[in-house]
């Protein structure tokens, strides 16, 4: 905020000293100007101006997320957020100025556009200047970074370029770690197209249920971060033997090797759904009842990996609050961000029951709390259960509804209560907020709105696609059958058992 405070003084101070010399050569070339006038004047103007109009400035950046969740950004819609953001300020600074000073401008027309324009170019330049610093100019970093990793910086993300994994990567590398990526790409190497050709990602293309691709993944890995599976309940319904499969018996493999290999941490990522319906508010302790195959499934890997802790294998589940926003490969086939969408491009919003709780975070959120889990130490996460979100965002899906129709107004919300998911549930978060120092920076009202964004500057051109929808994706692509083993159907009838009995 500081740099951006200085600046915007002098891109201020260089319009006026331009509309100067201006004045100067052109306007008052056959008479003798008072160059002293002139100059107070200047002074005069900056004096007047500046301080205000910065401070205008760094409010709108800050209300923008300048310096909050749109650090996280890529480049273009950085751009864009910068560009908005410095007009409005000093659409506002000029409208305040005449309002405040007898209909007269505190500077002149000329110098404030020119100011607003040199404003533009070097904000927008320093936070590309600070890329290519990163990056290009200062490639020794990235040497000493690669010298100095020591044990514990190794890191085996799997399905690392789905939804959660592509905003987890750039995380990781950000921090330093040796990341090796092991995923199908099924949806094509654009989720991580950014990172790509980075120094300290190795991607290797394969099939998370074949024992030697895993095995060739955990060669000298430090830990395990879990993140492949079918997710919704709509996608686990398409082929339930392929759900048990990817779902659950891969866990098993997974983690029985993790456990040989000697990798002690494994992160494993299940979900808020196997809490299944009840009108309390639930935490980690609480009684788990998923109504739902992709709970099962979750729920009987948990029970799986907790049941292997010992002191040569520490696993952590985080159980995710239904999730939100823009990240690699996004998804439109998830409450908030297909009622964003629908709002924008039909000028509808269904929802159907309206009365279900649900808990919301953010992708990015998501992805950095996997992040601190990893930071942390062992000790004060090893075969623990964390639910990942806040609080203050236990909503109802009618609530999710109103908030899209505050920022569409012109769109209808269309509410069905005779069609309503059975699912409900409201979830405490305070055990990874206390033990972890973890505070989500995403709120589902700036969620909605970059979703909006989005398909405003053409980022997303068919929320529809087959790409954006799981559930869509495997029944256009079709399934295959694959092996399963009993065992594994025998654990989901267990769990099922027990959360009716």
């Not at 002098?10 to 100067?20: D, I, S, T």
């Not at 923008?64 to 910068?82: E, H, M, N, P």
């Not at 992708?363 to 203050?392: K, M, R």
Request: net charge neutral; hydrophobic share 45%.
């Amino acid at each position: 905020m500081v740099a951006d405070a200085i600046m915007i003084h002098l891109a201020l101070l260089a319009a006026l000293l331009l509309r100067f010399f201006y004045v100067v050569l052109f306007q008052q070339y056959e008479a003798n100007p008072d160059l002293g006038a002139l100059m107070g004047g200047v002074v005069s103007e900056f004096s007047r101006t500046g301080w205000p109009l910065t401070l205008i400035c760094l409010s709108f950046f800050y209300l923008s997320g300048f310096y909050t969740y749109g650090r996280a950004y890529q480049s273009r819609y950085k751009a864009l957020v910068i560009a908005q953001a410095v007009s409005q300020s000093y659409l506002l600074f000029a409208f305040a100025s005449y309002f405040f000073n007898n209909g007269q401008l505190t500077v002149s027309r000329g110098a404030l556009v020119l100011a607003w324009i040199l404003t533009l170019c070097v904000l927008i330049a320093s936070r590309i200047w600070t890329r290519l610093w990163m990056t290009l100019i200062h490639p020794e970093r990235e040497a000493e970074v690669r010298r100095t990793l020591g044990k514990g910086r190794r890191v085996l993300v799997i399905g690392g370029a789905g939804y959660i994994g592509s905003a987890l990567l750039p995380k990781l590398l950000e921090k330093g770690y040796q990341v090796r990526l092991l995923d199908q790409l099924v949806f094509g190497e654009e989720p991580i197209s950014g990172i790509l050709n980075h120094p300290r990602l190795e991607v290797l293309r394969g099939d998370f249920r074949h024992v030697e691709k895993v095995v060739e993944a955990l060669q000298g890995v430090d830990a395990v971060i879990h993140l492949g599976a079918i997710v919704g309940d709509p996608a686990c319904n398409i082929d339930e033997e392929l759900t048990i499969d990817v779902n659950l018996s891969a866990t098993r493999m997974i983690a029985e090797l993790a456990k040989t290999f000697g990798v002690r941490r494994m992160i494993f990522a299940s979900t808020c759904s196997v809490y299944g319906a009840s009108n309390q508010i639930l935490d980690e302790r609480s009684v788990v009842k998923p109504i739902s195959l992709y709970g099962h499934t979750k729920l009987a890997s948990e029970k799986l990996l907790l049941g292997m802790t010992c002191d040569t294998f520490a696993p952590t589940i985080v159980r995710f609050a239904t999730i939100y926003g823009l990240s690699g490969r996004t998804r439109f086939d998830l409450v908030v961000n297909v009622l964003a969408a629908k709002a924008k491009t039909e000028g509808i919003i269904p929802v159907f029951g309206g009365g279900q709780w649900r808990p919301f975070v953010h992708v990015d959120d998501s992805a950095q709390a996997v992040s601190l889990i990893l930071d942390a130490p062992l000790a004060s996460v090893e075969g623990q259960v964390f639910n990942v979100g806040s609080d203050e965002q236990n909503y109802t899906i009618r609530q999710i509804g109103e908030i899209v129709h505050q920022q569409v107004i012109s769109a209808e919300l269309l509410i069905d209560e005779t069609d309503a998911d059975l699912r409900n549930y409201r979830v405490s978060f305070k055990k990874i907020r206390n033990q972890l120092g973890f505070k989500p920076r995403w709120t589902v009202e700036q969620g909605v709105q970059q979703v909006l964004e989005a398909i405003s500057n053409g980022d997303v051109v068919d929320y529809t696609a087959a790409k954006y929808s799981n559930v869509k994706f495997l029944s256009e692509a079709g399934t295959r059958s694959f092996s399963h083993s009993n065992w594994a159907r025998e654990l989901l009838n267990e769990i099922t058992s027990e959360g009716t009995g």
